[in-house]
């Protein structure tokens, strides 16, 4: 019998399963069944394996100043190699790029979210192996809410306009680069009361929505 369909799911604290706390930071983690890649798998069954890769903080493809391990680009390539066989990656990734110090436009943080999908294509063989390039689905996070913290808010300066333009700047990159495309905003909002992470609802709702689009990919 064939074994399980193996998914790698790519994010930053959204996939890392942040919980949103007043004050922005610091915080913990949702338990894995309450987390975006835990309520997937409850949905998905056995013949899935989910591989959960979260990073709070990461980026598409630029460097922060003030972390040298939060370029996604960077590691992207390593777990890849780490992690094959693969049947489909899972990127949801974006929002940190919204932040005011990296100013980037919603077409470059798109642009940003193509290198990784050339990464995925391109990762055929991994390290001395023969496994074949795996399928992307690229999610659009869901857009930013006001955020109660002057900190975070400044943080994100200007973000909130950049990410409500995300879903469409990514449908039309999906669509030019020829793979799978889901908005998150389509199903959820960002409830959580920082006005950036999710609420064990939203989580919920998104997860069983990823879920769905995962069996039509791999499945339909």
């Known amino acids: 019998m064939p074994g399980p369909k193996n998914i790698l799911f790519y994010g930053d604290s ?57 370029n996604g680009s960077t590691y992207l390539p390593a777990a890849l190699a780490s992690h094959l066989p693969l049947d489909l990656v ?10 005011s110090i990296f100013n980037r436009t919603p077409f470059e943080i798109a642009n940003g979210m193509a290198k ?28 930013l809410v006001p955020m109660p913290h002057p900190h975070f808010q400044g943080m994100f300066g200007g973000g909130h306009e950049k990410s409500a333009e995300l879903g469409a700047h990514y449908r039309n990159m999906a669509d030019f680069m020829k793979v799978d495309f889901l908005n998150a905003g389509d199903f959820i909002t960002t409830d959580g009361v920082d006005g950036l992470h999710l609420t064990a609802q939203n989580n919920a709702d998104l997860g069983k929505a990823i879920a769905n689009k995962v069996h039509d990919i791999l499945n339909g």
């Open 14 to 70: 959204l996939t890392w399963g942040w919980m949103p706390v007043l004050e922005g930071a610091p915080s913990y983690r949702f338990p894995y069944d309450q987390r975006l890649a835990g309520v997937m798998a409850a949905e998905l069954g056995d013949g899935f394996h989910i591989v959960e890769e979260g990073l709070s903080g990461r980026t598409t493809s630029v460097d922060d100043p003030n972390d040298p391990r939060l």
């Open 116 to 143: 990784l999908v050339g990464q995925i294509a391109s990762s055929a063989g991994g390290v001395g192996t023969l496994y074949s390039a795996p399928k992307t689905l690229v999610v659009a996070p869901p857009p």
């Open 90 to 99: 899972i990127v949801m990734l974006g929002t940190n790029d919204t932040k």
